[in-house]
């Protein structure tokens, strides 16, 4: 279904007034894909250490 001018209108308005939410949903997004769709057995041995770092951190 393709969208109407307006509705292209409102989109970039949302995303121009909300980029730090913008770019963290694609950061997360990019992450996701990565992980799922890309990511080798020390790519993914890598990440779990830097997880649980930063679940440490944030628990701190």
């Known amino acids: 279904m393709a969208l109407t ?6 989109i970039n308005r949302y995303r121009s ?7 963290y949903i694609n950061r ?3 992450a996701k894909n ?3 769709k ?6 993914l ?3 779990l ?7 440490q951190e944030l628990n701190d």
Request: net charge neutral.
């Open 17 to 23: 007034k909300n980029k730090a939410q913008v770019q």
């Open 49 to 55: 250490t830097h997880i649980k770092e930063r679940e």
């Open 28 to 30: 997360r997004s990019i």
């Open 5 to 10: 001018e307006s509705q292209h209108k409102a």
């Open 34 to 36: 990565f992980i799922l």
């Open 38 to 43: 890309d990511a080798t057995k020390e790519d």
């Open 45 to 47: 041995d890598m990440l």
